[in-house]
Every structure is written in structure tokens, then in C-alpha cells.
T-cell receptor, first 112, second 116 residues
Framework: LAKTTQPISMDSYEGQEVNITCSHN???????ITWYQQFPSQGPRFIIQ???TKVTNEVASLFIPADRKSSTLSLPRVSLSDTAVYYC?????????????FGRGTQLTVWP | DTGVSQDPRHKITKRGQNVTFRCDPI?????LYWYRQTLGQGPEFLTY????????KSRLLSDRFSAERPKGSFSTLEIQRTEQGDSAMYLC??????????????FGPGTRLTVT
């Protein structure tokens, strides 16, 4: 499975925009970029998925350049409740394989 | 709340004992997954069911681990002769299958196992 690389940790303050970059140099044509969020003592939660350019939903935006070798998860105006671990994954649509490969993720800490 | 539920939420057992965990997926989801997570690491895949068929097993799933999903509804994960290295959070997830695969999985709260 193609792997991703992301920072181990990031810090921010309330109200700021946070951008978490993920590298995936060996991304395959059929791979999508998928982000999950995990709060302490909870299971991960799907946030957003994209293939190219930009995707936006009510939680976040995902920016993917043309070469798709990296992506950036953008969280607008973070609050204390956004403190969590954020995982960048590559997923293959239509794959019969069930597994998700999570890696270590990025621990985002938001300070007051 | 009709999300994924897991029971028990916490389990403390002595080394060598057997333990069994239960997962109830979202009712219309035909795919069910088990993951294991240790402190500071992301979840690691253990096994995956589509309906009642176990389609994929990780090398992490040693002979002491067995999972079932009778009738394609709830699932159980049993660990026999537990070892201290089995201490972890065991997460269950479910999803819809289909042409777009299973990228959006819904996770339960997990069962935290402590082996003393």
C-alpha cells in the first residue's frame, strides 16, 4: 500500500486557520486522498475525501495539486474542540480490499 | 443513536485468560472491520467481513485471535490465552459495500483491553 507522510504534531490557537500537509509521492491513479479525525477515547471519524483540485464540506477543505503528490487539509477558524489526531490515508475506490491504512497521524492541539 | 456499538467498553483480564468482544454495526451496513490501536499509533487493520464471510485477515491476527460474524449482523472477536502485548484498544467499524469501495467507515467507541 502506498504510504503517506504527515507531521507528527501541530499547534494552533483558537480562531486561526490550520493547514495540515500530507505527502504521498507514490500515489496511484486509482487512489483517493481521505482524511479521518480521531478524538481521545473515540474511534476515527471520516472528514473528507478528494481526487484532485479542491473539495469543501461543512467541516474542512482539501486542496490537491495537479501532480497529486501531496495534499493539504484546511480547517477554518479552529476551536478547542478541534484538538484531535488527523489521519491522511490513500483509498482505492472500487477496491475489494477492506482495510484502511492509518499511519500515526498528526496530533493537532488548539490552545485558547 | 444508531451508530456502531461495542461491548464491553473496558476489559481487564489476567494473562492467559480468554476474552470476547462484541460489535454491533450500523444495521444496513454489509461490511464490518476490526482494528487494533495502541497508544500513539493509528488503528491497525485486523480483519474484515462482507456479510458473514471473512474476506481478509491481517498477519497481526495470530492463531489466538478468531472473529466471527454469524448471519452477517453482529460480530465477535475472541482472544485466547491473552498476553500483555494484547493490551490495546480494539475498534470495530462498518460500512456499505458497493462500487466505490469502503473508504467511509463508521467506527465504534472501541473496547479497551488491559492484560495484567
Amino acid at each position: 500500500l502506498a504510504k503517506t507522510t504527515q507531521p507528527i504534531s501541530m499547534d494552533s490557537y483558537e480562531g486561526q486557520e490550520v493547514n495540515i500537509t500530507c505527502s504521498h509521492n507514490n500515489i496511484a491513479t486509482n487512489d483517493y486522498i481521505t482524511w479521518y479525525q480521531q478524538f481521545p477515547s473515540q474511534g476515527p471519524r471520516f472528514i473528507i475525501q478528494g481526487y484532485k483540485t479542491k473539495v469543501t464540506n461543512e467541516v474542512a477543505s482539501l486542496f490537491i495539486p495537479a501532480d497529486r503528490k501531496s495534499s493539504t487539509l484546511s480547517l477554518p477558524r479552529v476551536s478547542l474542540s478541534d484538538t484531535a489526531v488527523y489521519y491522511c490515508l490513500l483509498t482505492t475506490r472500487g477496491s475489494t480490499l477492506g482495510r484502511l491504512y492509518f499511519g500515526r497521524g498528526t496530533q493537532l492541539t488548539v490552545w485558547p | 443513536d444508531t451508530g456502531v456499538s461495542q461491548d464491553p467498553r473496558h476489559k481487564i483480564t489476567k494473562r492467559g485468560q480468554n476474552v470476547t468482544f462484541r460489535c454491533d454495526p450500523i444495521s444496513e451496513h454489509n461490511r464490518l472491520y476490526w482494528y487494533r490501536q495502541t497508544l500513539g499509533q493509528g488503528p491497525e487493520f485486523l480483519t474484515y467481513f462482507q456479510n458473514e464471510a471473512q474476506l481478509e485477515k491481517s498477519r497481526l491476527l495470530s492463531d489466538r485471535f478468531s472473529a466471527e460474524r454469524p448471519k452477517g449482523s453482529f460480530s465477535t472477536l475472541e482472544i485466547q490465552r491473552t498476553e500483555q502485548g494484547d493490551s490495546a484498544m480494539y475498534l470495530c467499524a462498518s460500512s456499505l459495500g458497493g462500487r466505490f469501495g469502503s473508504y467511509e467507515q463508521y467506527f465504534g467507541p472501541g473496547t479497551r483491553l488491559t492484560v495484567t
